[in-house]
């Protein structure tokens, strides 16, 4: 079932770039976080998502959000991808998809492709803006419009 706003963010567990464990829990409810779905690394559409995020990552962190990007991926692609095109925020393998359903990332272009969909989580952990195009430079707007009109929490 898809999350729709005002929903909280789904318990998860998945293994970072780093190859460590990210616990969702670890993060809902104490800072926004803007998750975002993605096809696949080294893709063109996706590197230009990638690099558009680390380009704003500042705007985000000036505004107390962490920016996490999700994809099926494994943790050694996630890795070369971010250290390739110099990417500081959170990336997470979610190899089998099990995330991509628990938010209800829809597959694109007749299930063959799998989905671009962006959620913020305010710092209570609470659904606030989904996002789903194709189009990945609208993603990176879009989130950060959604962070800066979050009342700032210390």
């Known amino acids: 079932m898809a999350l729709k706003k005002?929903?909280?963010i789904p318990e998860?567990?998945?293994?970072?770039?780093?190859?460590?464990?990210?616990?969702?829990?670890?993060?809902?409810g104490n800072k926004p976080l803007v998750i975002y779905f993605y096809p696949k690394n080294f893709t063109p559409g996706c590197t230009k998502e990638a690099c558009s995020?680390?380009?704003?990552?500042?705007?985000?962190?000036?505004?107390?959000?962490?920016?996490i990007g999700i994809s099926s991926d494994s943790v050694a692609s996630h890795s070369r991808f971010a250290?390739?095109?110099?990417?500081?925020?959170?990336?997470?393998?979610?190899?089998?998809?099990?995330?991509?359903?628990?938010f209800g990332v829809k597959s694109e272009l007749f299930g063959l492709l799998p989905g671009r969909e962006t959620f913020v989580f305010d710092h209570k952990g609470t659904?606030?803006?989904k996002y789903n195009s194709l189009k990945a430079t609208t993603h990176i707007k879009r989130a950060l419009t959604a962070i800066k009109q979050l009342p700032h929490e210390n």
């Open 6 to 8: 005002g929903d909280p």
């Open 12 to 28: 998860f567990e998945l293994k970072t770039k780093d190859d460590e464990w990210f616990y969702s829990k670890d993060f809902a």
């Open 53 to 67: 995020f680390r380009d704003s990552y500042e705007d985000f962190k000036e505004h107390g959000a962490e920016v």
């Open 83 to 102: 250290k390739k095109h110099e990417l500081p925020f959170i990336f997470l393998a979610d190899e089998k998809g099990k995330v991509r359903r628990q």
């Open 127 to 129: 659904l606030i803006l």
